[in-house]
C-alpha cells in the first residue's frame, strides 16, 4: 500500500461530470503511442486522455471503468485515485496517471483492475491499518465540494456504506441517525475522522461509551438516539 499522500456528489459520480467540449471516445492508442519503446503505461495515458488538454477527464475515466469491467461505483476506482493521490475529482494528471501505475505496478486494464482487487482486500481486512486510514482520509477531502470544509449529509451517506466494509459497526445506525436528523448538515473532517475512531473503540451496544468523553457533540446526539 502507498504511503500517506474536492461538488459533494455520491461516488457513481465523482468520476462522471462532463465538459462542454466532449473529449476524444477512448480507442486504440495513436501509432506513435505503439511505436517500439514506448512507454507502455503513457501509451495507455494517450488511449484515455482528452482530446484537447493533457490529461484524462470524465469520458477517459467512464472508459477506463468500462474497459476494466468496474461500475463508476465501485470502491476500486476511488481507491485507484487515492493511488494517484488525485487532486480534483473527475480528472488525472500526466503525472498523477505516471506515478499512480508505476506503483500499481499496472499497464493495462486487466492488470490494474487485479492489483485493486489486492488493495481492496487489504484495506478492507484491516480498518485499523495506517494505509486503511490514510484512505479515509482521502476520501472525505477528494468527495467533498471545492472551497468547502464540510462534506455535505448526503454525500456522507453515500460514501460510508462505500468506504467502509458492509457489516462495519455503527455505519447502519449513523446513517439511519443523519437521516432522521435535518439538523446535522455537514460533517466536518475531525468528525469523520472520529467516526471511524469511534467505529473500532465503541460497542455496538455503546456499552462502553463515555458522555463525558472527547467525542465530537454530533457522535454524542449519534449515541443518545440509538439509546431511545
Same mark, same amino acid.
Given at each position: 500500500?502507498? =504511503? /500517506? +499522500?474536492?461538488?459533494?456528489?455520491? *461516488?457513481?459520480? !465523482?468520476?462522471?461530470?462532463?465538459? %462542454?467540449?466532449?473529449?476524444? $471516445? &477512448?480507442?486504440?492508442?495513436?501509432?506513435?503511442?505503439?511505436?517500439?519503446?514506448?512507454?507502455?503505461?503513457?501509451?495507455?495515458?494517450?488511449?484515455?486522455?482528452?482530446?484537447?488538454?493533457?490529461?484524462?477527464?470524465?469520458?477517459?475515466?467512464?472508459?477506463?471503468?468500462?474497459?476494466?469491467?468496474?461500475?463508476?461505483?465501485?470502491?476500486?476506482?476511488?481507491?485507484?485515485?487515492?493511488?494517484?493521490?488525485?487532486?480534483?475529482?473527475?480528472?488525472?494528471?500526466?503525472?498523477?496517471?505516471?506515478?499512480?501505475?508505476?506503483?500499481?505496478?499496472?499497464? =493495462? /486494464? +486487466?492488470?490494474?483492475?487485479?492489483? *485493486?482487487?489486492? !488493495?481492496?482486500?487489504?484495506?478492507? %481486512?484491516?480498518?485499523?491499518? $495506517? &494505509?486503511?486510514?490514510?484512505?479515509?482520509?482521502?476520501?472525505?477531502?477528494?468527495?467533498?465540494?471545492?472551497?468547502?470544509?464540510?462534506?455535505?449529509?448526503?454525500?456522507?451517506?453515500?460514501?460510508?456504506?462505500?468506504?467502509?466494509?458492509?457489516?462495519?459497526?455503527?455505519?447502519?445506525?449513523?446513517?439511519?441517525?443523519?437521516?432522521?436528523?435535518?439538523?446535522?448538515?455537514?460533517?466536518?473532517?475531525?468528525?469523520?475522522?472520529?467516526?471511524?475512531?469511534?467505529?473500532?473503540?465503541?460497542?455496538?451496544?455503546?456499552?462502553?461509551?463515555?458522555?463525558?468523553?472527547?467525542?465530537?457533540?454530533?457522535?454524542?446526539?449519534?449515541?443518545?438516539?440509538?439509546?431511545?
Amino acid at each position: 500500500l502507498r =504511503s /500517506p +499522500p474536492p461538488s459533494a456528489m455520491p *461516488l457513481k459520480d !465523482l468520476f462522471s461530470r462532463k465538459k %462542454d467540449k466532449p473529449a476524444a $471516445a &477512448a480507442g486504440a492508442p495513436p501509432a506513435a503511442s505503439r511505436s517500439a519503446g514506448a512507454d507502455p503505461i503513457m501509451a495507455l495515458f494517450e488511449t484515455y486522455k482528452e482530446s484537447d488538454e493533457d490529461r484524462i477527464g470524465p469520458e477517459g475515466i467512464m472508459q477506463l471503468c468500462s474497459d476494466m469491467n468496474v461500475d463508476p461505483s465501485d470502491v476500486k476506482v476511488l481507491i485507484m485515485a487515492w493511488q494517484f493521490n488525485a487532486e480534483q475529482q473527475g480528472y488525472f494528471t500526466k503525472s498523477e496517471w505516471k506515478k499512480g501505475l508505476t506503483m500499481l505496478r499496472a499497464d =493495462s /486494464p +486487466p492488470v490494474m483492475l487485479a492489483r *485493486l482487487d489486492v !488493495l481492496d482486500k487489504q484495506l478492507r %481486512d484491516s480498518t485499523k491499518s $495506517a &494505509a486503511f486510514k490514510d484512505f479515509f482520509r482521502f476520501s472525505f477531502r477528494f468527495s467533498r465540494s471545492p472551497g468547502q470544509k464540510a462534506l455535505e449529509i448526503d454525500t456522507v451517506k453515500a460514501l460510508l456504506p462505500i468506504v467502509l466494509p458492509p457489516t462495519h459497526p455503527h455505519v447502519t445506525k449513523l446513517i439511519a441517525f443523519l437521516e432522521a436528523s435535518p439538523s446535522v448538515r455537514g460533517f466536518t473532517e475531525d468528525q469523520w475522522n472520529s467516526f471511524l475512531i469511534f467505529t473500532h473503540e465503541i460497542a455496538e451496544d455503546f456499552s462502553n461509551f463515555d458522555p463525558e468523553g472527547a467525542w465530537p457533540s454530533v457522535l454524542d446526539d449519534f449515541v443518545t438516539f440509538c439509546k431511545q
